[in-house]
T-cell receptor
Framework: AQSVTQPDIHITVSEGASLELRCNYS??????LFWYVQSPGQGLQLLLK??????LVQGIKGFEAEFKRSQSSFNLRKPSVHWSDAAEYFC????????????FGTGTQLKVEL | DVKVTQSSRYLVKRTGEKVFLECVQD?????MFWYRQDPGLGLRLIYF???????EKGDIPEGYSVSREKKERFSLILESASTNQTSMYLC?????????????FGEGSWLTVV
């Protein structure tokens, strides 16, 4: 069965600093990979997704993620963090024949210091 | 704009009560999902429906049932609520087809069982 690991439970960065959130997945074939963001008290919003092709994926709000098959990773990055980026971030994996279901990681809480 | 609406945002119920959580989507999506979100555990799939009157168990179906009488509406039912079902419940939907179709989430229903 597929699984997703987000090793960092909490991360604190200063506004304007760069950000990288880690995500590792376990799945035998090529996965479908997603990053979602959740603001306090809200549902999840899709930031970006990877299906195939270019391994560097651009998303909304200036985020990008890179799929590295050799490392089974799909890390999320942003070159300059804004205070409004403070939220919880979830990595998720889907797979062919999975019936559109996703398996989510446990999330990374991002705090931005002004 | 796509819309998944969870009619009850905050509920407080007593142990043993029957609880209904309602979800409506306006995107004519075939698939609908109920997830449960708990701190440190991420999102876990309770049930999944791929068509009217069709359902499939997710990872944690025990203590829950679902109903899908109309395409746009998916209800989660707690037959006899217990305190360990205190949680945030997220409804979601997506279009059937490729496994990577974006899943859209509602804003969540906070349930407290006392």
């Amino acid at each position: 069965a597929q699984s997703v690991t987000q090793p960092d439970i909490h991360i604190t960065v200063s506004e304007g600093a760069s950000l990288e959130l880690r995500c590792n997945y376990s799945y035998g074939a090529t996965p479908y990979l997603f990053w979602y963001v959740q603001s306090p008290g809200q549902g999840l919003q899709l930031l970006l997704k990877y299906f195939s092709g270019d391994t560097l994926v651009q998303g909304i709000k200036g985020f990008e993620a890179e799929f590295k098959r050799s490392q089974s990773s799909f890390n999320l990055r942003k070159p300059s963090v804004h205070w409004s980026d403070a939220a919880e971030y979830f990595c998720a994996v889907g797979y062919t024949g999975g019936g559109n279901k996703l398996t989510f990681g446990t999330g990374t809480q991002l705090k931005v210091e002004l | 704009d796509v819309k998944v609406t969870q009619s009850s945002r905050y509920l407080v119920k007593r142990t043993g009560e029957k609880v209904f959580l309602e979800c409506v989507q306006d995107m004519d999506h075939e698939n609908m999902f109920w997830y449960r979100q708990d701190p440190g555990l991420g999102l876990r799939l309770i049930y999944f429906s791929y068509d009217v009157k069709m359902k499939e168990k997710g990872d944690i179906p025990e203590g829950y049932s679902v109903s899908r009488e109309k395409k746009e509406r998916f209800s989660l039912i707690l037959e006899s609520a217990s305190t360990n079902q205190t949680s945030m419940y997220l409804c979601a939907s997506n279009r059937q087809g490729a496994s990577g179709n974006t899943i859209y989430f509602g804003e969540g229903s906070w349930l407290t069982v006392v």
